[in-house]
């Protein structure tokens, strides 16, 4: 079991529902990247944020899901994205998937879809939250509505050491962005890494993304890329900072609601 692992989020423009550009661009960007445990890829990397839903979904082991693994043999790390996963029964998923050297894939499909965007009226929602171990690590990963949303983060309070969150989060609300990420880190007395892409979405509508990719740790911690452009957020976390937190200031253990009891958490 690993003590140490480091992190990479690729914080990248995502060309507008062109999946080969896209796997160029980040196949450029590793190549020029050290060893890392994880590299994460912001929400839909592969097309963008299209409501163009059943157009460009895929099945498992479709496309992005094969670049992912490509990715992951390559360079020996755990790796994920957000990509349009096909429903049979109904509209399509934002699907996060993770993928193993190995080729084990976990996947976890968006509960929150952005109705602001219309988000809802192209794709379905998810209904159970992840957590997943890799090397003794913890991991629970959502994608960026979520964020809003505690409850979420706290169905795996306890037994989760990182949430990972990936996003197309526009600029005029980076600020919540944020706040949030430093809260869901610092209430679920966690690691918190969020991917954010930067660069200008759709066609018609267009939104602009600033990035701001950022990394909490359980007592507030923060590294922030704010350079607003394409960029990696490199970072390192260490299982035994969690320990310390959580043996020092033991608050979860007094967490008492529907669905989360004090023995699950003792």
């Known amino acids: 079991m690993k003590e140490w692992f480091t992190l990479a989020g690729l914080q990248t423009e ?3 529902e062109d999946k080969q550009k896209n796997f160029s ?5 590793i190549s020029r990247l050290g060893k890392k445990d994880i590299i994460v890829f912001p929400e839909m990397f592969s097309t963008g944020f ?12 479709g496309e992005s899901e094969e670049f992912l693994l490509d990715i992951a043999t390559k360079t020996d790390s755990l790796v994920g994205g957000s990509w349009i996963e096909e429903n049979p029964e109904g509209k399509p998923f934002n699907t996060l998937s993770f993928v193993t050297p190995e080729g084990s894939i976990y996947r976890y499909r968006k509960i929150h879809p952005f109705s602001y965007g219309g988000e809802d009226r192209f794709f379905s929602h998810g209904k159970n939250t992840l957590n997943f171990e890799w090397k003794g690590l913890k991991i629970s990963p959502l994608v960026c509505y979520d964020l809003r949303f505690p409850e979420v983060f706290r169905e795996n309070v306890g037994k989760t050491d990182l949430y990972i969150v990936v996003a197309n989060w ?6 919540h962005w944020l ?3 430093k809260a869901r880190a610092i ?3 966690a690691f918190v890494l969020g991917v954010n892409r930067v660069g200008t979405a759709g066609k018609i509508q267009k939104v602009y993304h600033n990035g701001y990719s950022a990394f909490f ?6 590294k922030i890329v704010n350079s607003e452009k394409e960029d990696i957020l490199e970072v390192s976390l260490g299982l035994g900072e969690l320990k310390v937190v959580r043996e020092e200031f033991p608050y979860l253990k007094d967490i008492f609601f529907k669905g989360i009891s004090f023995e699950r958490l003792s």
């Open 217 to 222: 740790g359980p007592w507030g911690s923060e």
């Open 187 to 189: 209430e679920n007395q």
């Open 170 to 175: 526009p600029s005029q609300r980076i600020h």
């Open 25 to 29: 661009n980040l196949r450029e960007k």
């Open 14 to 16: 995502i060309y507008w």
């Open 50 to 61: 299209t409501m163009k839903s059943k157009d460009f979904a895929e099945p498992t082991y």
């Open 179 to 181: 706040t949030l990420l």
